[in-house]
């Protein structure tokens, strides 16, 4: 196994240092040779090379098996909207031309941690859910944007191609008829031409999937009902920026944000990253909470590499560290709080 | 006080119906002469003259001193994406030929209803801020729209001026002076660049408001500390697509997504509704929450009368009715639920 290595900014190189650990250490046991590859992104990226993305760090990533990803961005680029170039556009570069076009981000809940949910227990308890969002169309990519001449007008293009969205769906589709068998496709289909597209496009394929109930919700009911009754949802399909949104937002009601790890698929290599930030006011301390990457390390035997055993058991590894206790700061509750470094120890 | 009616679609009227009663009484208590004129809107509208927004309508809008309205939309054109008119078409059109620029949404919450809210006590209590949503430009306007020939492949614009921005800003940073100075400019800088003219402008706008705090956040990151921490914010502003996410989000933390009020602002006649939906499942049955329309007017005293006192006497007897269970049975909570009506003539 190839895995690629792009840690990115502020406390991504910590948190995938731990995964690292942890993947060497179940490739120790289950007999896996495993070869790392590391290579700069973003703001890192920038300050190395000038590019985001630079080529090498492609042609790293484009060769390997699976990509284990940190986090991308730095406060000094985002006070400043004139910025020439940006680290996000690394990221947004790589998802684009990798062809990482669905990103599954699953919420679910740990027993251990439900009571730091800022929603009340019956309201959390039980939540298990999973939005695919598209990653690498709508207004993220559409063309043209920027700025008139005199600069005191700007401009976005969202767009998507019946075909962007089919295949998006179909994934959707597809999880849901391995899960609940309920489809939620989340638009703004009452004010927006690709929504209605989008909704067009997902009621054509419903037919091919009959044992799965579709709902449609527009954007701004689901960002109300992830609150209200979590529970309700199965599968959520949805455009990039509405995924966006809505998958963050979804991400702290179980009351383990630092905890959801995510897939990006879509072409022969998969990218595995947590959804957390780069939070780089934490960056360099060894205080960053590494589960989220752990687990999507563990998404990543899964998904890319079908090793359900070897995904299973770092999953446990990572319950039996919550109960225990073997946690960092943000979690740690008033009990001793771990060191970054140190949770990864354990857990490998 | 020529006050236009556009009650809408679903359970528009009825609430309607029950903001007037209160009106009315209040003109009485305090010598107002009031006048309504009623005109069709939405779906409604549609069924009438094919027109979501009549000329006649926006005759009888256009010559009124303020506007309550009720609500708007219907399945039928919502699960048809190649309809022809769409009830929301009406609204916007509204609010584009009158101006409406500025949609104020406050967030606040009832001693007597926090504990229905889906957050935990020490999260919510005391939450109170409010949203400037920027109401007539972004996606909901932008040219071109629609679909290429084929009709595979549809597009939107986003677009925003600089002079969009600041008048919008502006009623931003002058609220936040009369509150707890703090201004959150909500945007997605680090991908749009409709976002970064926000955030630009907002940094030029800032020195002339020296009293005023101004902080910038992602829309993924505002998505999640409003459910997380919002005691965090006082005032803030974004734009179009952004604030009709994130204000409905932010209308269900207060455990009183029934009651929560608005105010469209920005030329000589201003508009007043509730930010619930047209739940049109409910529609006729004279079960609907009317507190939110019946708030809308009392800011409809407030925003284009300049009569805090009428305002204030609703509000207050608005959380009379809610401490002696004077509700609806959606916060009935076990008690009695009274219909629409009834509550409309207990306050009125
Ligand atoms: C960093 C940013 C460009 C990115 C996005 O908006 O896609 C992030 O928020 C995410 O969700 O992965
Ligand atoms: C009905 C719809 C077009 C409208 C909007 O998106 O603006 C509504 O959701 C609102 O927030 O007033």
Redesign the interface.
């Known amino acids: 196994m190839n895995i690629a290595l792009l840690p990115g900014d502020g406390i991504g190189p910590e948190v995938i240092n731990q995964a690292v650990k942890v993947v060497n250490a179940i490739g120790k046991k289950f007999g896996h040779q495993i070869s790392f590859k590391e290579a700069l992104v973003g703001a890192a990226a920038i300050d190395a090379t000038g590019d985001p993305y630079p080529d090498a760090t492609h042609e790293v990533a484009a060769n390997s098996d699976a990509i284990l990803f940190g986090a991308i961005?730095d406060p000094k680029?985002?006070?400043d909207?004139?910025a020439k170039v940006?680290?996000?556009e690394g990221l947004?570069r790589m998802r684009k031309k990798l062809g990482l076009f669905a990103n599954v981000r699953p919420t679910f809940t740990f027993p251990s941690l439900i009571h730091k949910s800022?929603?009340?227990l019956e309201?959390v308890e039980g939540v298990d859910f999973v939005f695919f969002r598209e990653l690498t169309g709508g207004?993220?990519f559409?063309e043209p944007?920027?700025?008139n001449e005199q600069g005191?007008?700007?401009?976005?293009?969202?767009?998507?191609?019946?075909?962007e969205i089919t295949r998006l769906s179909r994934m959707g589709f597809e999880a849901a008829q391995k899960r609940r068998k309920l489809l939620t496709c989340v638009d703004?289909?009452?004010?927006?031409?690709?929504s209605?597209?989008w909704?067009?496009t997902v009621?054509e394929l419903a037919p091919e999937y009959p044992d799965v109930k579709v709902e449609?919700e527009?954007?701004?009911?689901v960002?109300?009902r992830?609150?209200?009754w979590p529970k309700a949802y199965d599968v959520l399909i949805t455009e990039n920026?509405?995924g966006?949104?809505?998958t963050?937002?979804a991400?702290?009601?179980s009351g383990s944000?630092g905890l959801m790890p995510s897939a990006s698929l879509g072409s022969a290599v998969k990218l595995f990253e947590p959804i957390h930030?780069s939070y780089p006011q934490a960056g360099g301390k060894d205080i960053a909470n590494p589960l989220a990457t752990v687990l999507s390390a563990a998404m990543m035997f899964d998904y890319a590499f079908d090793l359900k055993a070897e995904a299973e058991l770092i999953s446990k590894v990572v319950n039996e560290s919550l109960a225990e206790g073997i946690v960092t700061e943000d979690i740690a509750d008033g009990g001793k709080a771990y060191k970054t470094s140190e949770v990864g120890d354990w857990l490998a």
């Open positions: 961005g680029y985002d006070n909207p004139k940006r680290p996000e947004l800022p929603l009340k309201r207004v993220y559409g944007r920027g700025r005191t007008k700007a401009f976005d293009t969202n767009v998507y191609s019946k075909e703004k289909a009452n004010v927006l031409a690709t209605r597209l909704r067009e009621q449609y527009f954007v701004d009911a960002a109300m992830l609150i209200q920026l509405f966006d949104i809505l963050d937002e991400s702290v009601i944000m930030g």
